[in-house]
């Protein structure tokens, strides 16, 4: 079992179908270099698993990517889940990726 540090904790995941992860990834080393303890789960991850993982790590911040428009729906019930678990209520949502750039009121 990895030690979890007591300071802030980011989560980067790709939401599932998505394959394009540099962004994200460069979003993570970014925290990281700010002191942030990272955890990147890598492209097309499943719903259930980040939130699996955002319980198991403790995170304080969920960095959700898509970078095409098909994936929008998909990062809408990861963050409806996330709202939906009063465990993690506590967890910060931050979304990243084109579609995001392209209509920001998503």
Known sequence: MPVISAGPRLLAAWVEGELHDVGAR???D?????????????????????????????ATLVAIS?????HVHTSAELI??????????????IVGGRPFQLAPAL
């Open 30 to 58: 970014f925290f990281e270099m700010d002191g942030w303890d990272t955890t990147c789960l890598g492209a097309n991850t499943p719903g259930d698993a980040l939130i699996e993982a955002l319980r198991a790590r403790g």
């Open 66 to 70: 898509a970078t095409l428009d098909v």
């Open 26 to 28: 460069m979003v993570a």
């Open 80 to 93: 409806a889940a996330v709202r939906a678990s009063p465990d993690l209520a506590h967890v910060r949502i």
